[in-house]
C-alpha cells in the first residue's frame, strides 16, 4: 500500500461545517433528482449549450485560476495552469462539440432476418441520470471540469466534490459554477472527509473518484451498497522503460521533462524507469545535461510546482533520506537546487540502483524523485514490472517498433506511449482510465460520453419475423431447432 494511500486522512475532517455542507449536499441531491425527471433527454442543441458554458466558465477565469492553483500549491507556474487546467478541458470541451451529435445517433447492429424479418435494432445511449464525482487535489479543475463534459454532454445532472487539499480552488470552482449553471444542473459541495463519506454513500446513477486506490476501494464499497456504477481513476507506479540504445537527450528529455509537469505530483508520470546496466551513466549525464541547459534553477524559480502540502513535502524528504541513509546513489540535478518550505517547491533527484525494499520503490512517489532501475535483459525489464501492480500508463522508448510493440503487448497498463510520457492523458479523443487496481472504466472522447450514458439495446419489430417461436407452446421452436441442427 502507497503512503498516499495510507496518508488519506484530509487535512480537515468532522465538522460543522461539514454538517450543513451535507445537509446542502443532500438537499442539491433531491432537486437534481427532481429536475432530473422533468427533463430526462435533453437535446442535442441543450447538450450543446451546457457543454459551450463551460468553455466560457473556464476562458473567462483564467486569471482566477491560476491565482487559486498558486494559492493551493504554494507556487504553480502560469503558463501551466493556462495550458493544463485550462486550454485541457477547453479543448476537450470542443472536441465534444464537434462530435455529439454523431455519438447520441443510435448505432445500427445486425440481426438475423431469418429470424427476425425486417426488425432493426439499434444501440440507443441515454442520459443516466445524476453523476457524483470525487476530485483529487493534483489537477483541480482539469479534474472536475473535464469528466464533467462528458457527463453533460451524455445528458446527466452533475455534483463534484473538490479534494479538501485546495480550499482555494474548491472555493472558485464553486463561485463560477454558481454563476455558470442552475444548482439542479450542476452543483459543486465543498468540504472534508465526512464530506467525501456522504458523496459516496448517496444512490448515484453513477459515480467517479480520482484519487488513491485504498479511498477508491472504499467508495467502491460504499458504492454497492446502492449498486451504483463506478468510474474509479486511481494511481500506482508508472514505469518507463528504456530499450537497448535508446537513452539519448530526446527521451531523457521526455522523462525528466515529464517529472517538472506538477513537480511530479500527476499519476500518469514517470514513477521509475529501467535502463540498460551500461547505459545508466549516459542517463545521469544526459539528465544533468537536461537540467542544466533548461532549467538551471529550477526549484527557485515559478517554473516549480510547490509539493501540495508540508505533510506532503515531508513525506517525500523522508523518502528521499531513507534511500540516502541505505547508501543508494542519489543524483541532486541541479547544482544549487534546494527545497523551500515556503512555497514547497523541491529540486529534482535520481535515485540510482535503488534497493527494492526502499519506499520509493513500494509506494507511489508522487512527487520530484526518480528511481533510475539498471536492467540487463529486457524480460527481465518486463518481468519486474509485471511483478507489480498493473500500471496507470507505461512508457516504453525505442527505434524499433518490433521491440517496443513486444514490451506493449507484455504489459497490461491502462495507457501506454511509445517514445514520450504522459501524452495519452491530454487527448481528447483517447480513452482515459487504469487497469486492475490503477482504475476501472474510462473517460474522455466518445468513451466517456459512453461510460456517462446508459448504452441501452433497442428492436424495433418488422415484418416476417419468426419471434413467436419462442412462446408456448413449443412446435415451431422445434421446427427452427430442427432445421439448424438436423
Ligand atoms: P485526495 O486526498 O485529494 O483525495 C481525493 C478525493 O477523495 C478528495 O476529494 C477527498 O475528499 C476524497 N476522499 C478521501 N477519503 C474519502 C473517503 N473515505 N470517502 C470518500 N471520499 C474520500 O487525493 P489523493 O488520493 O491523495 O490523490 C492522489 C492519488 O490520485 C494518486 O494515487 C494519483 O495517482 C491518483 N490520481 C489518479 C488520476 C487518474 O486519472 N487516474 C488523476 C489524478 C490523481
Redesign the pocket.
Known amino acids: 500500500m ?1 503512503i ?1 494511500e495510507s496518508e ?1 486522512q ?1 487535512l480537515t475532517s468532522s465538522s460543522t461545517n461539514d454538517q450543513t455542507a451535507i445537509a446542502e449536499l443532500r438537499a442539491a441531491f433531491a432537486a437534481q433528482r427532481a429536475a432530473f425527471h422533468t427533463d430526462r433527454y435533453p437535446s442535442v442543441a441543450e447538450r450543446k449549450a451546457r457543454v459551450g458554458k463551460l468553455i466560457e466558465m473556464l476562458l473567462s477565469h483564467r486569471e482566477p485560476i491560476s491565482t487559486a492553483l498558486s494559492a493551493d500549491f504554494g507556487s504553480h507556474p502560469v503558463p501551466a495552469s493556462d495550458l493544463i487546467e485550462v486550454l485541457g478541458p477547453v479543448g476537450r470541451a470542443k472536441y465534444v462539440l464537434e462530435n455529439l451529435e454523431d455519438w447520441m445517433r443510435p448505432s445500427a447492429r445486425e440481426i438475423d432476418p431469418a429470424m427476425m424479418g425486417t426488425a432493426q435494432a439499434y444501440i440507443h445511449s441515454q442520459p443516466k441520470g445524476l453523476i457524483g464525482n ?6 483541480p479543475f482539469d ?1 472536475s471540469v473535464g469528466p464533467m463534459i462528458e457527463m453533460l454532454a451524455a445528458g446527466n445532472r452533475v455534483i463534484v ?5 485546495t480550499p482555494a480552488s474548491a472555493e472558485l470552482l464553486q463561485e463560477m459554477v454558481e454563476a455558470t449553471f442552475d444548482p439542479t444542473l450542476v452543483y459543486v459541495a465543498v468540504g ?2 465526512d464530506l ?2 456522504a ?2 454513500d448517496l444512490p448515484w446513477d453513477h459515480l467517479l ?5 485504498n ?1 477508491g476501494r ?2 467502491m464499497q ?1 458504492a454497492a451498497r446502492n449498486l451504483t456504477p463506478v468510474t474509479l ?4 507506479k508508472c514505469p518507463a522503460v528504456l530499450t537497448p540504445g535508446s537513452v539519448n537527450a530526446t527521451n531523457v528529455q521526455s522523462i525528466i521533462g515529464t517529472k517538472t509537469v506538477k513537480n511530479g505530483q ?2 500518469i508520470s514517470v514513477d521509475y524507469c529501467l535502463v540498460p546496466r551500461a547505459e545508466v551513466d549516459t542517463f545521469v549525464k544526459l539528465s544533468l545535461d537536461f537540467m542544466r541547459a533548461a532549467a538551471a534553477n529550477y526549484s527557485q524559480s515559478p517554473d516549480c510546482t510547490g509539493i501540495i502540502s508540508l505533510r506532503h513535502l515531508d513525506r517525500l524528504a523522508d523518502m528521499l533520506q531513507e534511500a540516502r541513509d541505505r547508501k543508494s546513489l542519489v543524483v541532486e540535478l541541479e547544482a544549487n537546487g534546494r527545497t523551500d518550505r515556503a512555497t514547497r517547491r523541491m529540486p529534482i533527484s535520481l535515485v540510482i540502483d535503488p534497493a527494492p525494499d526502499l519506499r520509493i520503490m513500494q509506494e ?1 512517489i ?1 512527487g520530484p524523485i526518480l528511481p533510475v532501475v539498471p536492467y540487463d535483459d529486457v524480460d527481465d525489464a518486463v518481468a519486474m514490472i509485471n511483478a507489480g501492480e498493473r500500471p ?1 500508463g507505461l512508457y516504453v522508448f525505442g527505434d524499433a517498433p518490433a521491440s517496443t510493440d513486444q514490451i506493449l503487448s507484455q504489459i497490461v497498463s491502462g495507457g501506454a506511449a511509445v517514445n514520450t510520457c504522459a501524452i495519452q492523458g491530454a487527448l481528447p479523443s483517447l480513452a ?3 487497469v486492475g487496481m ?2 476501472i472504466g474510462r473517460h474522455h472522447g466518445i468513451e466517456g460520453f459512453r461510460e456517462f450514458s446508459n448504452n441501452r439495446g433497442v428492436v424495433v419489430r418488422g415484418a416476417g419475423d419468426h419471434f413467436d417461436a419462442f412462446f408456448a407452446p413449443y412446435a415451431k421452436a422445434a421446427a427452427i431447432v430442427k432445421s439448424v441442427l438436423g
Open positions: 502507497s498516499l488519506t484530509p470525487i476530485v483529487p487535489w493534483n489537477f479534474l466534490k473538490p479534494s479538501e487539499y472534508g472527509l467525501a463519506r458523496i459516496a473518484y480520482t484519487g488513491s486506490p479511498v472504499q467508495i460504499a481513476e486511481l494511481g500506482g500527476m499519476c507511489e508522487f496507470l482515459f482510465g487504469g490503477s482504475g
